[in-house]
């Protein structure tokens, strides 16, 4: 199945990622079904809608959900699923000591983006194409460790189901000369297969099915920044779609590595902009070209 349509929001801390995802949400949401999802670990998108967001989608108009799942809790639960995992693979080895692994497990490099992975490719699952998914990403970098995350783990998982493939070929062998058969389904294999199509969705849609928005705002900073964001999304072999210049005036300097992208200016509306009616003026500036 398609995913659905899918808009991340990516940029430097406090730029307007998040105020931009909830406008746009809210502006698409008149025509289409929505869900914005915060993938950053600030947990600001609740404070921004009012109310409190968790793992699960909120309802905050009709056709607009909202969610913000906890990244450390879900880090926690899959370095939990991991070593159970690991303790039953190997309960025969008495030998084995595996006191220490759940600390190990929970300290893994890459787990708070594989956690926020995770909780992406759960929307990109079960949500119909006709419906729009607006991901407020985390600041840039952990943006990037995520987008580079699925195209790297596809690599790993097709050395280790290399690997696996070569231990069942061994087992079936030696079974064979035993004058036994080996069972058809190998578990392992299973798992491995599982992970490489949710991790080939993401890669998929990373590269070619949605559209990366760079928000800045008129500084240096924040440019250069989104300068680095769109050379990562050219090595994934995609680019950004547009350019947002928050807080922007009616003439902008062209931005550095920036330039040539389509752009939209969002003015700047001091002390209002979380205000519903203030989020809903710049929701309709940015519908107008990425609606
Ligand atoms: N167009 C705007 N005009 C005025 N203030 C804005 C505008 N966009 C965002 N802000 C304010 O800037 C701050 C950071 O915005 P936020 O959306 O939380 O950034 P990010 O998610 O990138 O960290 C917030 O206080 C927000 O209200
Ligand atoms: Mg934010």
């Not at 992975?117 to 991901?135: K, S, T, W």
């Not at 928005?213 to 050379?231: F, K, Q, W, Y």
């Not at 590595?257 to 500036?285: F, H, I, Q």
């Amino acid at each position: 199945m398609s995913p659905p349509r899918t808009l991340f929001m990516l940029g430097k801390g406090g730029v307007g990622k998040t105020t931009c995802a909830l406008a746009l949400a809210r502006a698409l949401s008149s025509t289409a079904r929505v869900t914005v999802v915060s993938l950053d670990p600030a947990h600001n998108l609740g404070d921004l809608a009012g109310v409190p967001l968790g793992r699960a989608p909120v309802t905050l108009m009709p056709g607009l959900e909202a969610c913000e799942p906890d990244l450390e809790a879900l880090s926690r639960e899959r370095a939990e699923g991991a070593v159970d995992l690991i303790r039953a693979g190997y309960r025969h080895l008495d030998a084995l000591s595996l006191g220490g692994l759940a600390d190990l497990v929970q300290h893994a490099p890459g787990l708070e983006e594989q956690s926020a992975l995770d909780a992406l490719g759960a929307f990109v699952r079960d949500l119909p194409p006709e419906d729009v998914l607006v991901v407020d990403m985390p600041p840039t970098g952990l943006s990037v460790r995520m987008l580079a995350l699925p195209a790297l783990s596809l690599r790993w998982i097709e050395c280790l189901a290399g690997l696996r493939r070569r231990i069942i070929e061994r087992r079936a062998s030696i079974a064979h000369v035993r004058g036994r058969q080996e069972q058809d389904r190998d578990h392992v294999m299973d798992r491995l297969g599982a992970e490489r199509d949710g991790l080939a969705l993401l890669c998929d849609l990373f590269e070619n099915g949605a559209a990366h928005v760079l928000v800045v705002n008129p500084d240096p900073l924040s440019i250069a920044e989104a300068g680095r964001l769109r050379e990562v999304l050219r090595r994934l072999g995609t680019d950004a779609a547009r350019l947002v210049i928050n807080r922007g005036s009616g003439t902008h300097e062209p931005a550095g590595g920036l330039a040539d992208l389509p752009s939209t200016v969002l003015p700047d509306l001091g002390g209002s902009a979380r205000e519903p009616g203030s989020l809903d003026k710049l929701g309709r500036l940015l519908a107008e070209e990425l609606g």
